[in-house]
């Protein structure tokens, strides 16, 4: 489960081989125990739970590094390691 970007306390990952479940791409993002996977595509909250405030930053952060997150995604899946993403600031 490598880590791809950190900010405001999240810590964004991108599981290998993790596209039976959800069938999209996705990240996982974990912030102070709670944990949640948000849809690359779009943003939505896909499960877990999650903050209001800390689910905003990772929507928004998604918005901005879509085209990279779709590259780590296909890496992953392929069991290759992702690259590091810029964080939010």
Not at 26 to 38: N, P, R
């Amino acid at each position: 489960m490598p880590t791809i970007s950190m900010f405001y306390g999240i810590i964004i990952c991108i599981y290998f081989f993790d596209d039976e479940r959800h069938k999209l791409p996705h990240i996982h993002a974990k912030y102070q125990g709670q944990e949640a996977s948000f849809s690359i595509n779009d943003g939505e909250l896909l499960g877990g739970s999650f903050p209001i405030a800390k689910t905003r930053l990772v929507q928004a952060w998604i918005e901005i590094q879509r085209e990279s997150l779709l590259a780590d995604w296909d890496l992953a899946v392929a069991g290759q390691t992702p690259f590091a993403i810029d964080p939010l600031r």
